[in-house]
T-cell receptor, first 114, second 111 residues
């Protein structure tokens, strides 16, 4: 089965600055999808951004962008102009394109400081 | 909007009880998932289902079973609840080949 590793249990950033969260994965599949999810304190998990493995271009959603390095099996999330509302747990996820088995990393707790 | 509804937000059960956690989605999604979330461990996949009556084991299926008799409903069953199953349980659903949508979670305490 695929494994997803997030090596930063906790991170903090000053408001308005940029932060990068790391994620690596291990798979022998060629067809897959990658996601970053956000879980605010005591609130529901929501999608931040997604990347299809067959696309070379890095995905971008407003202040959120990814650096997808397929050969290195790396999928980092960059948050620009950090806001207090970005404070949350962030989870990296891998979806197998064949059977849609979906696995998550252990998460990174991000705190944005005023 | 996609809605994934879990039957209970909080649940307290006794050791040895049979526990049912229900999840319903309203968007005709093929895939449904049950995860367990524990601090420092992230989300661990218990079971997932890609079609009615179909199921696949995840990383931690021991002590759990699932049922998917209808496309919109995916039930997680703890056959004989134990204290080490005290956790947050998250249900999710997705169409084929795209992101999953999550329910609000069920915090289960086994005493």
């Amino acid at each position: 089965a695929q494994t997803v590793t997030q090596s930063q249990p906790e991170m903090s950033v000053q408001e308005a600055e940029t932060v990068t969260l790391s994620c690596t994965y291990d798979t022998s599949e060629s067809n897959y999808y990658l996601f970053w999810y956000k879980q605010p304190p005591s609130r529901q998990m929501i999608l931040v951004i997604r990347q299809e493995a067959y696309k070379q271009q890095n995905a971008t959603e407003n202040r959120f962008s990814v650096n997808f390095q397929k050969a290195a099996k790396s999928f980092s999330l960059k948050i620009s102009d950090s806001q207090l509302g970005d404070t949350a747990m962030y989870f990296c996820a891998f979806m197998n394109g064949n059977n849609n088995d979906m696995r998550f990393g252990a998460g990174t707790r991000l705190t944005v400081k005023p | 909007d996609v809605k994934v509804t879990q039957s209970s937000r909080y649940l307290v059960k006794r050791t040895g009880e049979k526990v049912f956690l229900e999840c319903v989605q309203d968007m005709d999604h093929e895939n449904m998932f049950w995860y367990r979330q524990d601090p420092g461990l992230g989300l661990r996949l218990i079971y997932f289902s890609y079609d009615v009556k179909m199921k696949e084991k995840g990383d931690i299926p021991e002590g759990y079973s699932v049922s998917r008799e209808k496309k919109e409903r995916f039930s997680l069953i703890l056959e004989s609840a134990s204290t080490n199953q005290t956790s947050m349980y998250l249900c999710a659903s997705s169409p084929r080949d795209t992101e999953a949508f999550f329910g609000q979670g069920t915090r289960l305490t086994v005493v």
